[in-house]
């Protein structure tokens, strides 16, 4: 086992992993911007290193400066933590040739699922469905349209690098085509240096269902059931829940062994997220997150496997400690994304938390680096807290949530707490009938509808 790991995060998800490291005695090394120094990542880990000023180019995606820290502290492995540089296969070859092992997956899997297209031939291949669309990438506007004809409308446009729901564009009709392939273009060119693009039939109310997967080094595969993140915001996710109120037990063990089958079938290791989009009664593959997912606890709150620990131990080569029929689910858990943005603008509010105050009991789990006097800084991503609430069943999480929102205090800043509070009262909600795009029709005021 590793005796000391380098956290190449910061905030919430850096002390996430911290706690893993701790309860495994297992020393841990803070990186952090000069913006950071304050930051509660940095006042936990037995050691830090600055790595550079506040743009995350020059810190936190540095990579001759993080691989120096993990060097000069002595650290024998690098864990990415969640955005930054987690997904980036080049780091995670760098990590390793410097003699550091790399908690995640191997680059040559980084690499194949960071690529929408050569992601989607693997999983056609591993007998995964996937959304109807181009079999590569588009080339040419006449092939656009004769794709589009025999798919049939509305089509979506999406980067084949994308990321954050960035550089897909739909259109309803051929004469919205060339205007969507134009915009995806600049802003997948803009967002990923990488203009490429290709076209799936856009599905009209599907969920958003994500299955957890845990694999190591020796062939052992088993998946953690499924996540409905169905309740977005320009393709950003808000809250999630586990289970999903719209899968039965039969289609959860239909999906969760096509899933392993795919894992075992691509030799893959780690912790991944295959996410797909659901629709009357049918699956299809979306794409596969080769790392730790923000909403990661509900899978925990629901299996009791702390995901971060096995995550390292595999990366160390240790062979997973269960197998499927381990693998039990209870209750029902529900995250809600806190950002520190104006909750009807969404406008980032960054600035000094004036008082704090987390809620607690039973079933109830924070994830936040915040503390009473911290300055929010400007510069980076605006979640600052996740509540994560536990129940026996459905009703019983909704109702402990609810509780708990009204506790929760976070002064001096703007937050979305309220819009959490909101949509707790609302019917469609609580009867667990949304689709992927419900969330902005309600903040609309149904004006979509
Ligand atoms: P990203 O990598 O940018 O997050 P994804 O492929 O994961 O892109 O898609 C993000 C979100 O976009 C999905 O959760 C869903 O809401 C929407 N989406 C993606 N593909 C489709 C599709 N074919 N039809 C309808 N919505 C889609």
Redesign the pocket.
């Known amino acids: 086992m590793f005796e000391k790991i380098l956290i190449a995060n910061r905030g919430e998800i850096a002390l996430r992993i911290h706690r893993a490291c701790r309860e495994m005695g297992i020393q841990t090394v803070a990186i952090h911007s000069t913006a950071d120094a304050n930051a509660m990542h940095v006042r936990l880990a037995d050691e830090s290193v600055c790595i550079g000023p506040p743009p995350p180019g020059q810190s936190y995606l540095n990579i001759p400066a993080i691989i120096s820290a993990a060097t000069i502290t002595g650290a024998d492995a690098i864990h990415p933590g969640v955005g930054f540089l987690s997904e980036n296969a080049g780091f995670a070859e760098i990590v390793e040739a410097h003699g550091f092992a790399f908690i995640g997956p191997s680059p040559d899997h980084i690499r194949m699922m960071g690529d ?1 297209i050569t992601a989607k031939r693997a999983m056609i291949d591993a007998g995964v469905p996937c ?1 109807p ?1 181009s079999d590569g990438a588009i080339t040419s506007e006449e092939q656009a349209r004769a794709l589009s004809d025999k798919i049939g409308y ?3 446009v ?2 084949t690098g ?7 564009k ?1 259109a309803r009709s051929a004469d919205q085509l060339a205007e969507a392939l134009h915009l995806a273009k600049s802003e997948a060119k803009a967002a990923f240096g990488n203009d490429e693009v290709y076209i ?5 109310k ?1 969920r ?1 269902i994500e299955v957890q997967v845990l694999a190591d080094n020796h062939g052992n595969a088993v998946h953690l059931g499924e996540r409905d ?2 309740l ?1 915001r320009r ?3 808000v809250l999630e829940e586990a289970p999903s109120p719209a899968l039965n037990a039969a289609e959860r063990e239909k999906l969760g062994a096509v899933v392993v089958k795919a894992i075992e079938t691509l030799g893959y290791r780690s912790v991944g997220t295959l ?1 797909f ?1 659901y629709e009357n009664g049918e699956f ?1 593959f ?2 596969m ?1 080769t790392r730790l997912q923000v909403e990661h606890p509900i899978t925990e709150m629901i299996t009791g496997i702390d995901l971060v620990r096995e995550q390292i131990r595999v990366a160390s080569g240790a062979k997973l400690g269960f197998d499927q029929s381990h693998i039990k689910f209870y209750g029902h858990a529900i995250e809600c994304r806190v950002n520190a943005e104006d909750p009807l603008t969404f406008q980032p509010s960054p600035g000094k938390v004036t008082d704090y105050h987390a809620p607690g009991g039973l079933g109830v789990r924070v994830d936040s680096a915040l503390y009473s006097g911290y300055s929010i800084p400007p510069y980076y991503d605006s979640l600052v807290s996740k509540l994560v609430v536990h129940g026996r069943n459905r009703a019983e999480c909704l109702m402990r949530l609810r509780r708990t929102l009204e506790e929760y205090v976070i002064g001096g800043v703007k937050t979305t707490i309220p819009l959490h509070r909101r949509l707790l009262a609302e019917k469609a909600f609580i009867d667990g009938d949304y689709d ?2 419900w969330l902005e029709r309600w903040m609309d005021g149904g004006k979509r509808d």
Do not use: F, T, W
């Open positions: 929408k959304v669309g509305p089509v979506l999406k980067a994308g990321g954050g729901g960035r550089g897909m739909v799936e039939k856009y599905l009209d599907p958003h993140c169905s977005q393709h950003q996710k996410e989009l299809y979306i794409e997150n992927i795009h």
